[in-house]
Structure formats: C-alpha cells, structure tokens
C-alpha cells in the first residue's frame, strides 16, 4: 500500500497509467494540472501518448482538448504534441513540439488571460470538460486532497470534470501539506462577492482540495520529478537591467512613492526576471513580499537570504537543481510559502488592491510604449500572454523588461510600432533595457516616444528609430501619436526579407 493514499475509496481506485490513460477518449476535453513545469500528470499523458498513436497507425484521428494552468512539462505538452494528439490548446504553452504545431497552423491555440480561465470555465465559455488529470501530492485519511507543486487551474477541473483521474506523486514532498490556500468563495455575476484578501500573507481558504469522490475513476502512483527548464546564469544585458531597475526604486522610495521594504513584488517568467531577482538580492532592500504567479530560483534565494519575508504565488518554476533544494528543505520555507489557484495569484481585484510591482519580459516595445509580450513579427507565437496582462493593467508600477535587441543584434527590441500588441500604452508604465530605463508615468504619447528613443534603443537603432519619429513628427495624418502607417512595421518587413532589421 501506499501512504500516500490514505483512504479505501481510492485505495480500490488504483490502476497502472496505461489503464488509467484507457479512460480518456477522442474528442474529450481534458482539464489538466500544470503550471511552469512544476505539479503536471507526467504518467497517464505519456501513456496516453502512446495509445494515441497506436490508434492513429490504425487511421483512427485520436485527438483530445486540452486545458492546463499555464505551461507544463515534456512528458505532458512535449509527448501528446509529439503523438500529433492535441487538437486543442489553452491558456500558455511554452513546449517547442507543440509551439512548432501552433505555428504550422496545425493545433488551434488560445492564448487567455491566466486568471480568466477558471471563471470562463464556471461560466460555460470554453465548453463542457469531460476529464481532470490531476497531479497531488497525497490523499488524507479524510479523503481530502493535498494539491502538488502548483495549484493552477486544478480546484476548477476537480469540481467541473465529469470524471477525475488523480496522480499521487510521492516524488512531491510531504511537507507540502498545509501550504496551500485553496479558495472556495468564488461565485459567478450577479452574486459575486470581495476576494477577502488584504495581505500579501492573508490565508483566505483551505489547505486541500474537496473533490467527489464517485467521479473519481483512477488514481495512479508516480513518483517522476517535475521538469522545469534551468536559467542561463544571468548575462551582461540582464545585469544592466537589473542595476537600472534597482536604481529605479531607490530613487521612488527617496522620493516617497514607494515604501523602503517596496511593494509585493511580481516577476515574470523568464532568464531576465530571473536576473532582476538577483539584483534584489544584493539590493539595500529589506522585508520585501511577493504576491507573483511563479517562485522562480531568483525568488527562493531571496527566501533564503531572508530578504524576503514571505511568497504567494500559485507554483513553482525551478531549476531542477532549485527544485531538488527546495524540495529537500520544504519544511524551512513552507511557512513563508502560499499557492493559491491561479485565478487568485493572478487576480486583478487582489493585484490593484495590494499595488504589486509588476515586473515582465517582453518581445518588443514601441516608441509609444505598447508592448509586444507574446508574436515575433507579428504572427509567429512565442509562449503567450501569461499572467503578464493580469498583472500589467492592475499594477501599481507597470514594468516592461528586454535586452535591446534579440538574434545577436538583427533585431531591436524597440520599434516604431509594434507587431503585435498584448499591453496598450495605458498598462505600460517603465520600459527597461540593458541602454535604460524609461518612466514613461504621467506623459503624453510625443513626451513617450522622446524619452524611449533617448533611454532604451540600442546605438546601432538609435538614429534610424529618431529619424523615423521625426519624419513622423511632419508627415502623420495626426499629430497625437505621430506615425508613418506605410513604414511604422518596415523593420519587421525587412527581418523577415533579409534577416536583419538594419539596413
Ligand atoms: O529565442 O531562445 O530562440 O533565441 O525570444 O527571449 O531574451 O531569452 O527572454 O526568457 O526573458 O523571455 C517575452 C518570451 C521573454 C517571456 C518572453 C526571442 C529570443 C529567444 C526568449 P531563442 P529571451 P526571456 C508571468 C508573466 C510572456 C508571459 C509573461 C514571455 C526568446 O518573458 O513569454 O510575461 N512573456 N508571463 O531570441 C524576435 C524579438 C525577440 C525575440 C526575444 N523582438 N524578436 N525574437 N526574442 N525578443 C509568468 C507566466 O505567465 C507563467
């Protein structure tokens, strides 16, 4: 027997991962657990996987629906994109199999605000969901559930799922158990009531989800790690964005805008946010939180330093070497460490409410300040939007984050005008490069465009970009946000052409 599941109901449930994959069929849509390759089903997908491709060699098109929290793992998204088996995909993929398929046209993709999947669920948007495959960490002799490493989506595919099929991870720590806060007081319009939550640290639920037990068809024990990407230690590019951004807040505290120990902290996915926690690290900065999607190794190692008194966020998002740590010494942290579903960590009541420094990377920005987060060149799809708009238009700092150029100097990070707009200039607040910063709070459209060419755009840009502005300057059709609408995409034109954007 395992420990792990502690009650005879589910007990009498357990099956292998082929007999437990068996149960989901073509066409089904399937909710799954997964959020930034931490707390993912890692057995019954790889199964899964194999049994759809056994049946599309007998030209059977099996081929399934499937919802997540935001990215998963290569055994889930990397193994049914491989097996050609995923027909449908929300709300974040950042799998190369599956990226690949998205941009070939061949799996339709939506690419949703992190917070406004569990609420489009409730109120019937994406459809029916036949299936939950959910990762936990334990079943309590109550019949409760201990959520794994991430809590995501997981508490909305439990109670909305026809049937349910549980993975028990013994891999997932024991001391998982309390960390969660699991909220059970959302209610659909017009009976909507305020998310109690006024602290960063505020507990508002319950430490384990209730699940019914009569739609529960399989539970699988695994013990698979959880896979996330490692960060490339951070480079010259991210360190300079970093100091700019930690000048940036001192300067905001000295002047009174920002309190000494700052505000919740939000940072994004990526080698670039990653950096900037870093750059916290050797701040002046003290008594820092976060109320965040993601505890990234940047974040674990402010919690470390006890430079950060505590984190909420709803997962992991861990080197493997950071996880393994963390996993190791869960019952130091678990204390300062809250996972909430995804539609809490992300919520916008609760992210304006608590002023979060919202600190994301980006593809591209433009003079103006928009922000392109998720399109290179305007249609290829690079992961998604993320909890970034969540967190941008909420925040009570905006900030947006990117070396100044991408593809060893053929491509500028700051463009005439965007390709593909994911944050208006209304959610963009502080644009940072490794050149500068740019506070663009307070100003109009022209003042925007003078101080983004003047701070953020790379030497090699910088006179094209300026010349481009004041020839807009003359010849636009308005004068508010001056643009030359038959050049304003002509870099990304001339990338695409040539292969480089100068020249
Ligand atoms: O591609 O690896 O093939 O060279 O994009 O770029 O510089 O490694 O940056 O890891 O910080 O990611 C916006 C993608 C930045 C990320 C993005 C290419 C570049 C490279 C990655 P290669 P870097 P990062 C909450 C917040 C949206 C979700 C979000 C992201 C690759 O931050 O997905 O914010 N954000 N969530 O070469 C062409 C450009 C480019 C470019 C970069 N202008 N044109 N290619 N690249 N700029 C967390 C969650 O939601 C889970």
Redesign the pocket.
Known sequence: TNARIAHPDYQSKVMDAAAAASLIKSGDAVGMSG??GAGYPKAVPQALAAQIEEAQAKGDNFKIRVLSG??TGPELDGALAKAKGIDFRLP?N?DPIAREQINAGTMQYVDMH?SQVAPATWQGFLGPLDVALVEVSAILPDGSIVPSSSVGNNKTWLDRADRIILEVNSWQSASLEGMHDIYYGTALPPNRVPIPLVRPQDRIGQPTFRVDPSKVVAVVPTDIPDRNAPFKAPDDAALKIAGHLMQFFAHEVKVGRLPKELLPIQS??????NAVLHGLLDSPFEQLTSFT??LQDGMLELLAADKLTMASCTAF?LSPEAAEMLNNDMARYRDRIILRPQEISNHPELVRRLGCLAM?????ADIYGNVN??H??GSRI???????GD?ARNAYISIFM??ST??GGK?S?IVPQVSHVDHIDQDVQVIVTDQGLADLRGLAPKQRAEKVIANCVHPAYRDMLADYYARALHGSYGKHSPSLLNEALSWHQRFVETGSMLP
């Open positions: 959020f930034t935001a990215s974040y950042s992190l994004g996915v990526g080698n670039i946010a999607e993601v998002s994301n990377g980006m593809i591209e987060s998720t290179l060149m690079q992961n998604g939007i993320g909890g970034s967190f990117a070396p991408a593809k491509i990070t």
